[in-house]
């Protein structure tokens, strides 16, 4: 499996039937790779699993600095984009699995020193602007298909005085918590795989990421459960009071703020990492749809701000 950052290869033995895992990191335009934090991170959390719970991360078995090569365990198992789609229409056996998710995330935070600190210059929507700034074409490409993003970035930047002063915690991130991310293998424990293994951040990062591709789906069909607040089968409300800690305790302000900024990162980013194409072309309809609500929910709720 050749992806942009990694090539991800399966070796199977003929004798045993065992499989290890070979992950190659590739390099990165500024000549860097992190084979070697990434090794050390699957060490470090693989050795403070929770079996009893069911949380850890793919065993790791070596690490190859000439090849950039990271040897590991071979995880059996279904990721969660494929078990939420088989569950989309039963809102108690998904928020089953969402609240296993929150659960893994958690003990995944817990691992590394936390701290806590207001948002004031750690929100990232300068890297937004940035991005734009840097990447000339982008920025065309931004103008020509989703001519509302300079306005929902005047919205973010409104909204963003709201919330520089809301305490939050701040971890090692896992950095690409997302759906396929995380899987649940034959032996029942939740395994956490693909993490970047380096960068500390809030928590409503990685929180806002896995929302994120959770609202993806649901506004295939048109449907926000980030603005369905009080629907029994609000797969946000299951997840953030899974999770627990300040992230369940704070305000609706301050977390559609930050949920925002993650759909408009990604609206943004996606640009550079996605080829043209109906994938791509769907990727981007739904993520401005998104958008487009969120930003009239903030604008309200601004409007309402004395």
């Not at 194409?277 to 930003?295: D, E, P, Y």
Request: glycine residues 6%.
């Amino acid at each position: 499996m050749v992806r942009r950052e990694s090539t991800v290869c399966r070796l199977k033995s003929a004798a045993s039937g065992r499989s290890i895992c070979v992950k190659m990191v590739h390099l990165k335009p500024n000549g860097t790779e992190n084979s070697g934090s990434l090794f050390a991170a699957l060490c470090h959390y693989h050795a403070r699993s929770d079996h009893q719970a069911g949380f850890t991360v793919p065993q790791p078995f070596g690490w190859v600095p000439q090849h950039r090569a990271v040897i590991m365990e071979w995880v059996e198992g279904l990721n969660f984009n494929d078990i939420l789609k088989r569950e989309r229409w039963s809102a108690r056996r998904r928020h089953e699995h969402i609240r296993k998710a929150a659960g893994w995330l958690r003990w995944f935070h817990g691992q590394s020193e936390m701290e806590t600190s207001s948002l004031v210059k750690r929100i990232k929507l300068k890297s937004i602007v940035k991005t734009l700034n840097d990447h000339p074409e982008v920025d065309a490409a931004v103008k020509a298909h989703d001519p509302a993003l300079r306005e929902f970035l005047e919205v973010a930047k409104k909204a963003s005085k709201q919330v520089v002063a809301t305490e939050m915690d701040f971890v090692d991130l896992h950095g690409d918590f997302k759906l396929t991310n995380l899987l649940i293998a034959s032996n029942g424990h939740i395994v956490g795989i693909d993490f970047k293994g380096e960068g500390r951040g809030a928590i409503s990062h990685d929180i806002c990421r896995f929302l994120s591709d959770l609202d993806f789906h649901h506004n295939v069909v048109g449907r926000s459960f980030a603005l369905e607040e009080t629907s029994p089968a609000n797969d946000f409300t299951a997840f953030l009071s899974a999770y627990g800690g300040r992230m369940a305790k704070l305000g609706r302000e301050p977390f559609l703020f930050l949920y925002f900024l993650t759909i408009l990162r990604g609206l943004v980013h996606q640009r550079r990492k996605f080829t043209s194409g109906i994938g791509f072309r769907l990727r981007q309809a739904v993520m401005r749809r998104l958008a487009k609500k969120l930003s009239r929910e903030v604008t309200r709720r601004l409007v309402k701000t004395p």
